[in-house]
């Protein structure tokens, strides 16, 4: 199973689960309280699945906020490490099929660099 996180949307995270040629989508509104791990176990928890049965993960990179897409990245890596599978960076705009092609491409032990759509707006 394949995992991809979207932490690109201001108002939402998404998170995707391309099971059974079939790409399911779970949404989640960004609050304090709503973080990328809760939401996971949540999502894991609905399709009855656990960490173990994911085989590759994804990030969406390029767009969104500075510290979201940081974040992001960072967990991806982390599960990537952990889970010893292999991680790779999806443009906004990606399919399925983009997707598991550049997974069966990628290498455990390769992690990812977060990118940024511009420079970063401190307030």
């Known amino acids: 199973m394949f995992f991809i996180l979207d932490n690109t949307d201001e108002e939402k995270m998404t998170l995707y689960f391309s099971l059974n040629n079939k790409l399911i989508q779970h949404s989640y509104p960004t ?11 949540k999502s894991l928890a609905k399709l009855k699945l656990g960490l173990k049965d994911l085989k590759y993960l994804g990030v ?12 992001a990245v960072t967990a991806i890596n982390t599960l990537a490490y952990s889970l010893k599978v292999p991680a790779v960076a999806l443009p906004k705009n990606f399919d399925q099929a983009l997707a598991i092609k550049l997974a ?20």
Do not use: D, H, M
């Not at 609050?31 to 176990?41: D, P, S």
């Open 31 to 41: 609050t304090k309280n709503q973080n990328i791990a809760v939401c996971l176990e």
């Open 60 to 71: 969406v990179v390029g767009e969104g906020r500075f510290t979201a897409s940081r974040l």
């Open 104 to 123: 069966k491409k990628a290498a455990v032990g390769k992690y990812l660099v977060p990118q940024y759509s511009g420079e970063a707006r401190v307030s």
